[in-house]
C-alpha cells in the first residue's frame, strides 16, 4: 500500500450540520487543501468529493511514492485564479459550507475528480460518479497506481491516535462490495453466494458502496444484472 504520513484528522463529511442556513458565496479563493477553500472568510467545503490528505502519499505506476495530497491542493489553487462562485448545499457539523464551486465557468468538483485529484465521494452524491470512472481508465493522478480513499487514511489516523492498530476493513457502514474480475465489474450483496469470499482491493479500483443505486450508478452490475 502507498507509504501514508498522516499528520492530522482532516473532517470531510456533512453529517451532524449545525442549526444555519448555507448561503452562496463568491470571491477570490484561498486553497485550504484539495477540497476547501477560503472566500473572503467563507470556509468553503467542496461538496461530492474527497482530496488526498493533504500529508497523504500515493504511488505510481512503479511503485514510487509521491505527494499526491500536494499536488491535489495545486490542482485545485490553478483551477480557482479567477472568480469563484460558490452554490451553498449545506452547512457541515464544523460550520464550512458545502458547496458545488465554478470558477471561469468550470465546475471546479468535477474538473479535480476528472483529473484524478479527487475521489467522487459517492456517500453523498454519485454527481461526479462517471467523472471518477474516466480517470481511472485513464489511469491519470491518483489512478495511475497505489491510492488509498482518503475516508480510509481519516479512519486509520483515528485509530492511530486511540492506540489501535489501523483497520484494513472497510472504515464506514457501506457494506456492498464492489468487485472487479474477468466477469466485468460486479457488487455483491451481504448474505449473496459470494460475499464473504470477495475481497476488495482498492488498489485494483475495487471499493465499497452504501447503496445498489450508488453501485449502479459507478458503472457496477448486481451479480445477475
Known amino acids: 500500500m502507498a507509504a501514508l504520513a498522516v499528520l492530522a484528522v ?7 450540520a449545525p442549526n444555519a442556513t448555507p448561503v452562496d458565496v463568491s470571491g477570490s479563493a484561498h486553497v485550504i487543501d484539495g477540497d476547501t477553500l477560503d472566500l473572503d472568510g467563507t470556509r468553503i467545503r467542496l461538496f461530492a468529493i474527497d482530496a488526498p490528505e493533504l500529508s497523504q502519499s500515493c504511488s505510481d505506476a512503479a511503485g514510487r511514492t509521491w505527494d499526491c495530497g500536494t499536488w491535489s491542493k495545486a490542482v485545485l489553487k490553478s483551477l480557482t485564479t479567477s472568480e469563484t462562485i460558490c452554490e451553498a448545499r449545506d452547512i457541515d457539523r464544523y460550520g464550512r459550507t458545502v458547496a458545488v464551486c465554478t470558477s471561469g465557468g468550470i465546475d471546479v468538483g468535477r474538473a479535480l475528480v476528472r483529473e484524478g485529484a479527487a475521489f467522487a465521494y459517492t456517500r453523498y452524491s454519485t454527481i461526479y460518479a462517471k467523472d471518477e470512472n474516466n480517470a481511472r481508465a485513464e489511469a491519470l493522478g491518483v489512478w495511475q497506481g497505489d491510492a ?18 489501523p483497520s484494513t476493513s472497510n ?33 485494483h479500483g475495487e471499493r465499497w458502496f452504501c447503496s445498489e443505486a450508488e453501485a449502479r450508478a459507478a458503472g457496477w452490475r448486481g451479480i445477475n444484472g
Not at 482532516?10 to 451532524?16: E, G, H, L
Open 10 to 16: 482532516s473532517a470531510c463529511v456533512p453529517d451532524d
Open 171 to 203: 472504515p464506514s457502514e457501506c457494506v456492498i462490495k464492489g468487485n472487479i474480475s474477468q466477469s466485468g465489474r460486479i457488487y455483491h450483496l451481504p448474505g449473496s453466494r459470494s460475499y464473504d469470499k470477495t475481497r476488495i482491493s482498492t488498489r
Open 148 to 165: 488509498q480513499r482518503p475516508d480510509v487514511v481519516r479512519a486509520q489516523a483515528r485509530d492511530l491516535a486511540k492506540g489501535a492498530a
